[in-house]
């Protein structure tokens, strides 16, 4: 599985824009890029998935390179309800065997 | 809500004895699977069923072990529980079709068991 590097932490102020990149230089042809998230004592939550160039949906936008070996998690207009730690795995989603390896992710900190 | 249930939702024993945590997946999941997360390693993957049967094995201990049944639900047994056993226990849950790669295969995560072992 490739390796993922993420900011420990980061800081924001409600109303802007938060981008969060994650470092995966040894990322492999069939690897998909994944980003959870995750509140204090609850269970990670899915947010985006991509292989390449950009993917948005209603919560965040993921911006890929063309070379894949980094990506960026883009959430618009962060409330102080997005303050959790956000993770970033790359891997095969196959079907079945598909254990999720998490790293230290990054813990995003919105202030008033 | 992701769909996900599992119980109980906290646990407290004493170090050697015996649990069972209990998740049921969300409606036509057919993979579960079991994460642990305790405060020096992080989120930290199990093991895998996949309709019953045993598809990956990650880190997890000798003491440790788990089953699916034939109605998808999922238990995790632990014993000789020992102090740092002490951990939120997750479970998720996937469609996981055999032989098929789906990129939106995403794993949906249930509430957790906390565990406290004294």
Not at chain 1, 87 to 101: P, S
Not at chain 2, 98 to 116: A, E, H, I, M, N
């Amino acid at each position: 599985l490739a390796k993922t590097t993420q900011p420990i932490s980061m800081d924001s102020y409600e109303g802007q824009e938060v981008n969060i990149t994650c470092s995966h230089n040894n990322i492999a042809t069939n690897d998909y890029i994944t980003w959870y998230q995750q509140f204090p004592s609850q269970g990670p939550r899915f947010i985006i998935q991509g292989y390449k160039t950009k993917v948005t949906n209603e919560v965040a936008s993921l911006f890929i390179p063309a070379d894949r070996k980094s990506s960026t998690l883009s959430l618009p207009r962060v409330s102080l309800s997005d303050t959790a730690v956000y993770y970033c795995l790359v891997g095969e989603v196959w079907g079945a065997g598909n254990m999720l390896t998490f790293g230290g992710g990054t813990r995003l900190m919105v202030k008033p | 809500d992701s769909g996900v249930t599992q119980t109980p939702k906290h646990l407290i024993t004493a170090t050697g004895q015996r649990v069972t945590l209990r998740c049921s997946p969300r409606s036509g999941d057919l993979s579960v699977y079991w994460y642990q997360q305790s405060l020096d390693q992080g989120l930290q993957f199990l093991i895998q069923y996949y309709n019953g049967e045993e598809r990956a094995k990650g880190n997890i201990l000798e003491r440790f072990s788990a089953q699916q049944f034939p109605d998808l639900h999922s238990e995790l047994n632990l014993s000789s529980l020992e102090l740092g056993d002490s951990a939120l226990y997750f479970c998720a849950s996937s469609v996981a079709a055999s032989g098929s790669r789906k990129s939106t295969d995403t794993q949906y995560f249930g509430p957790g068991t906390r565990l406290t072992v004294l």
